[in-house]
């Protein structure tokens, strides 16, 4: 079976809402921003009632978004990457270590003179996957449990790790470079409240759901039955964040184009090296195509609705640093829909096998929606 073959499957039994996520995205932004231009004071309105200084409405947008994710992971398999440091190594150190830093590199070398939108690049580079990706890399013919298993992983890592590295890449490393510092007229623990807050809440959402709902029903029940139901509100509250996010920074993005733009830059050259780098990084440890995907996918994704909360809550939803997150979403759907098709054209010439391990590994009956 060849990799267009394969992919094409996959393409076709996503659902509408997710086979078009690209246009939705597209959409929400569009409407946001003329809702932001056409309803005077809105903005305003919208800020009134707040939730850990976040617009309520957005709170509630990213909680929703991130609670179906969270509660589709397999936490019962955690074991299984422990227990394979060729894939578990690398994806630490890409996704905590490498990962945060080419971020912090490209938005120095990128917007030296736009300290907001630097500030929230790297807040975007510390925010590791958690979403999205689990898409992405079944679209890709992935391994589905180590991507579950990796995201699992990432979301407790950036509970403890998130706070105590923003302090680092936005004060600490930029004092030692002699470039100047953010002025964070917060404390580390108002990003880590704001971690635990839309991370922690969902993160622990989703695995009690889990728990209890296969304790009551069993897992067939909650895999076929609970979490379709559940699964296309992460959707909803991602176009509903972005809706309400664009609708306060409508006047921003319409008013300096050109300021979105050199957000862009350093966000494709991003993904085009930690994408490209991954996947040889996977390829030299030994790993087969579908980890090595996996590998390639987890370290490339960010966790957007994560950065943008954080920006929210430290620096205010009309701020810089909350555009550079917002702007995120729109470059990251296309070039990973990009990067899906250059990984399935890459599997089988650099990671060659039999025509039979190939056909027995190409997925028969993937819908990536409910990964």
């Not at 990213?62 to 589709?72: E, I, N, R």
């Not at 630490?92 to 938005?107: D, E, K, Q, R, S």
């Not at 759907?333 to 025509?355: K, N």
Request: one cysteine or more; aromatic letters at 10%; glycine letters at 8%.
């Amino acid at each position: 079976m060849t990799a267009a073959a394969s992919a094409g499957p996959v393409a076709a039994r996503l659902p509408v809402m997710d086979r078009f996520l690209a246009v939705w995205i597209l959409a929400a932004m569009a409407v946001g921003l003329g809702l932001g231009r056409l309803v005077p004071g809105l903005g305003g309105a919208l800020a009134k009632v707040t939730m850990t200084g976040v617009s309520l409405p957005i709170a509630l947008g990213l909680l929703v978004m991130m609670y179906p994710v969270l509660a589709k992971v397999r936490y019962d398999r955690l074991d299984a990457v422990t227990r394979d440091r060729r894939l578990l190594v690398p994806s630490l150190l890409l996704n905590w270590v490498l990962g945060p830093a080419v971020m912090f590199a490209l938005a120095w070398l990128f917007l030296p003179d736009l300290p907001a939108y630097r500030t929230g690049l790297i807040l975007v580079g510390l925010a590791r996957c958690i979403a999205m990706v689990v898409i992405w890399n079944d679209l890709a013919c992935g391994d589905r449990e180590a991507a579950a298993v990796l995201v699992a992983l990432n979301s407790v890592f950036q509970v403890l790790a998130f706070s105590a590295l923003g302090w680092f890449y936005l004060s600490v490393l930029p004092g030692w470079l002699g470039l100047p510092q953010t002025a964070l007229h917060v404390s580390v623990w108002t990003i880590a409240r704001s971690v635990l807050i839309f991370l922690g809440i969902p993160l622990a959402a989703g695995f009690l759901t889990r728990r209890l709902g296969e304790k009551a029903k069993g897992r067939a029940w909650y895999d076929t039955k609970l979490v379709p139901h559940v699964g296309p509100f992460a959707l909803y509250g991602l176009l509903f964040t972005i809706v309400v996010l664009f609708a306060l920074q409508g006047h921003a993005i319409t008013s300096r184009p050109l300021d979105v733009a050199r957000i862009a830059l350093p966000l494709l050259a991003y993904f085009a090296v930690m994408w490209t780098g991954s996947l040889a990084v996977g390829k030299a440890a030994g790993l087969d195509y579908p980890r090595a995907a996996t590998l390639a996918f987890t370290a490339a994704s960010n966790n957007f609705e994560l950065a943008i909360a954080v920006a929210i809550a430290t620096f205010g939803a009309a701020s810089g640093q909350a555009l550079a997150g917002v702007v995120g979403p729109l470059i990251e759907v296309p070039v990973l829909v990009g990067l899906v098709h250059v990984s399935l054209a890459a599997r089988h010439r650099f990671f060659p096998q039999p025509a039979d391990q190939a056909a027995e590994a190409a997925p028969t009956a993937v819908e990536a929606s409910r990964a």
